[in-house]
T-cell receptor, first 108, second 116 residues
Framework: DAKTTQPPSMDCAEGRAANLPCNHS???????VYWYRQIHSQGPQYIIHGLKNNETNEMASLIITEDRKSSTLILPHATLRDTAVYYCIVGSGNQFYFGTGTSLTVIP | GAVVSQHPSWVICKSGTSVKIECRSLDFQATTMFWYRQFPKQSLMLMATSNEGSKATYEQGVEKDKFLINHASLTLSTLTVTSAHPEDSSFYICSALGDRGNYEQYFGPGTRLTVT
């Protein structure tokens, strides 16, 4: 499975949009991009996933570049409860290999 | 929908004993489940892939005789840590592959194991 690179940490002001980048330059054609987040001492929570097209759901938007080598997760109006570690994973329906993720801190 | 539970949520055991952790998919059938381990301030590490009715596939470096996995039904996988030692203390998390064909994994809440 392709590896991902994310910044180790980010801050975001409450109410503002949080944009979390992810590089996955070795992604292959049948691999999806998944985003999960983990709040301390809990299991990861699914956020969104996509293959080629941009996706939006009630939690977030996922923007995938045309060459699929990078993506951005957008939390449109960050709240304090969005403080968590966010993982970008690429895979094709089998094992997930987690990277180190981005620790997002939403600041009041 | 797509809820995965784990039991127990936390357990303390003595060194040398064995501990069994259950992972259940509550409202869907999961032919494939995964087991992860997470040490403090680290990311999740995949330990093994569990397929219903067949032997689990272990990741490199994971001792199959120490971490016994059984996936006897479409809704239950178990991880048994045998002859536990303090270095096995960790957060164990399972996930189940969804049955909607979108390759989504649903994670359990995790089990905190402390070996004294």
């Amino acid at each position: 499975d392709a590896k991902t690179t994310q910044p180790p940490s980010m801050d975001c002001a409450e109410g503002r949009a949080a944009n979390l980048p992810c590089n996955h330059s070795t992604i292959s054609g049948n691999e999806y991009v998944y985003w999960y987040r983990q709040i301390h001492s809990q299991g990861p929570q699914y956020i969104i996933h996509g293959l080629k097209n941009n996706e939006t759901n009630e939690m977030a938007s996922l923007i995938i570049t045309e060459d699929r080598k990078s993506s951005t997760l957008i939390l449109p109006h960050a709240t304090l409860r969005d403080t968590a570690v966010y993982y970008c994973i690429v895979g094709s329906g089998n094992q997930f290999y987690f990277g180190t993720g981005t620790s997002l801190t939403v600041i009041p | 929908g797509a809820v995965v539970s784990q039991h127990p949520s936390w357990v303390i055991c003595k060194s040398g004993t064995s501990v069994k952790i259950e992972c259940r998919s509550l409202d869907f059938q999961a032919t494939t489940m995964f087991w992860y381990r997470q040490f403090p301030k680290q990311s999740l590490m995949l330990m093994a892939t569990s397929n219903e009715g067949s032997k689990a596939t272990y990741e490199q470096g994971v001792e199959k005789d120490k971490f016994l996995i059984n996936h006897a039904s479409l809704t239950l996988s178990t991880l048994t840590v045998t002859s536990a030692h303090p270095e096995d203390s960790s957060f164990y998390i399972c996930s189940a592959l969804g049955d909607r064909g979108n390759y989504e994994q649903y994670f359990g809440p995790g089990t905190r194991l402390t070996v004294t």
